[in-house]
């Protein structure tokens, strides 16, 4: 098992590559393998030109990637991944993300935490919301969507959505609800599924051009503002806060 | 798993880390000579170098192992690595053998400081070395405890 906390706890008075090798000599691994890897691993975090510079001379973004680094360097089957990219640069926090799915698609099963709700959204299989401490729903990002999306939304962009055009088209599919949003674009709203074929070939059959057709989801957010019963603009003020 | 290997990186982090640092080198060696100099002016009659020399490298001793031993553990605490010692899969008896011995190993080196200053002023050849060298390992485990 690996930890890796959301604040980064290596020495400072050692390198990168001392404290890859120290966390590593923890678990027992022998001298060859453990600088072997040290060496792999500031290669794969991009930090192999910093190996010999003290820890506490690295940047926040850095000392994140070693920490990550120094949970991963036994080769855990589970690790669990605090907060990983708060509080550092956009690149950095790429880099880690990228870093995160390739460990994921090797085979450890990591458990990550976070109150960046995109970050779950974009790297997560299975998502858990915990409020004080409680979990209070647990599925796939697809399960989630699912129970919380109480009718399909569908836009498309037509060009000249025409008043006309829009009457007919209510006129063949009474059970959609029509939102007319600018010039081209419109939004059907249903409680079923918005079969997509005969809509285009309607549409079609009146001279319309539809350019580009998007299904609108909720996103998690919306999903765990619903579940959690906690205001989207507390949240942000958290996440703003977090981030100063 | 091999808990050796532990054991002996986590001694030698806490040397390289903590104990083997300027200050703590040069407080090993100012006090020896603070102690010798000490005992040297408050006695009443002349004194035997021989005589003298226990109590500074039991002094010295004391000193050495609990200058850092203290805070060793409070320092990793705070900065939250102690959590990292935690989690690797060694005993804790072991974890805390390997955080001790740091301590008594620079004891035992501060014991060499005042053995060295009186080689060069009186003659030691008469010294039962094994005598020494226990009481020395003898004295640094037990100021730990």
């Known amino acids: ?244 | 798993m091999n808990t050796r290997i532990a054991f002996w990186n986590i001694l030698r982090k806490d040397m390289k880390t903590y104990y083997l640092k300027p200050p703590n080198i040069s407080w090993g060696l100012v006090f020896p000579f603070a102690w010798m100099l000490m005992f040297y002016l408050r006695s009443q009659t002349a004194l035997d170098i021989r005589e003298l020399l226990p109590r500074a490298v039991s002094m010295s001793i004391l000193f050495g192992t609990t200058s850092m031993l203290a805070v060793t553990i409070t320092f990793e605490r705070r900065s939250r690595s102690f959590e990292r010692l935690l989690l690797a899969p060694i005993d804790l008896s072991l974890l805390m053998l390997a955080k001790t011995g740091g301590a008594v190993l620079f004891g035992v080196l501060n014991a060499i400081v005042p053995l060295l200053v009186a080689a060069f002023v009186v003659d030691l050849s008469e010294v039962g070395w094994t005598t020494v060298i226990g009481s020395i390992l003898l004295i640094a485990a037990t100021s730990i405890l």
């Open chain 1, 1 to 244: 098992m690996g930890v890796v906390p959301d604040e980064s706890n290596l020495y400072d008075e050692l390198d990168g590559f001392e404290n890859l090798t120290f966390c590593a000599a923890l678990y027992g691994t022998d001298r060859r393998r453990r600088e072997q890897r040290a060496k792999e691993l500031l290669e794969q975090f991009s930090l192999a030109q910093a190996g010999k510079r003290l820890f506490k001379a690295y940047s926040k973004g850095m000392k994140r990637k070693l920490t990550i680094a120094a949970g991963i360097i036994h080769e855990p089957k589970i690790l669990f991944l605090d907060e990983p990219t708060t509080g550092i640069d956009v690149m950095s926090a790429r880099q880690i993300r990228a870093l995160i799915g390739e460990l994921n698609r090797l085979g450890t099963t990591i458990f990550l935490t976070t109150h960046y709700i995109e970050e779950a959204e974009r790297l997560c299989h299975r998502i858990a919301f915990i409020v004080n401490g409680k979990i209070i729903r647990i599925g796939s990002l697809e399960e989630l969507m699912r129970e919380h999306q109480r009718e399909t939304v569908l836009q498309l962009a037509v060009e000249a959505a025409e008043a006309e055009l829009l009457h007919a088209v209510q006129q063949r599919f009474p059970n959609y609800s029509i939102q007319t949003l600018d010039e081209h674009g419109i939004r059907l709203i249903s409680v079923e599924p918005i079969e997509l074929l005969p809509l285009l070939g309607f549409l079609s059959q009146k001279g319309a051009i539809v350019t580009e057709a998007k299904l609108i989801r909720p996103t998690l957010e919306e999903v765990f503002v619903r579940v959690t019963g906690i205001e989207s603009e507390r949240m942000s003020q958290e996440r703003e806060g977090k981030k100063k």
